[in-house]
């Protein structure tokens, strides 16, 4: 059974910074892209990070790019979202997904079969 838990959300002023962790079980993060996307209250689920260990690759939304980074730790069976200089509008429910994407795909959630349950995120004052 695969199971994906992310984990560090919460509540963070402006500017700041978050980790977000994902542990991953039942599937080995290494044969698969893994990936952040994030849904704000009202909004559709959009892509946030993605990488893919066997070519090395990342790729970020452009509404992250420069200040979030995703990395992994394969012998943890781990994925990480670093995010810093937070923005309000990143407030949102942060889940990762592990799927077979192809570069072309790498940005459709359609792509990704296994998902987290999320951890909330919320930017404020």
């Known amino acids: 059974q695969v199971q994906l838990v992310e984990s560090g959300g919460g509540l963070v002023q402006p500017g700041g910074s978050l980790r977000l962790s994902c542990a991953v079980s039942g599937l080995i993060i290494n044969n698969y892209v893994m990936s952040w996307f994030r849904q704000a209250p009202g909004k559709e689920r959009e892509f946030v990070a993605a990488s893919r260990w066997t070519s090395g690759n990342t790729w970020y939304a452009d509404s992250v790019k420069g200040r979030f980074t995703t990395s992994r730790d394969n012998g943890k069976n781990m994925i990480y979202l670093q995010m810093s200089s937070l923005k309000p509008e990143d407030t949102a429910v942060y889940y990762c997904?592990?799927?077979?994407?192809?570069?072309?795909?790498?940005?459709?959630?359609?792509?990704?079969?296994?998902w987290g349950q999320g951890t909330q995120v919320t930017v404020s004052s």
């Open positions: 997904a592990a799927g077979r994407a192809i570069t072309s795909t790498i940005r459709n959630e359609s792509a990704y079969n296994n």
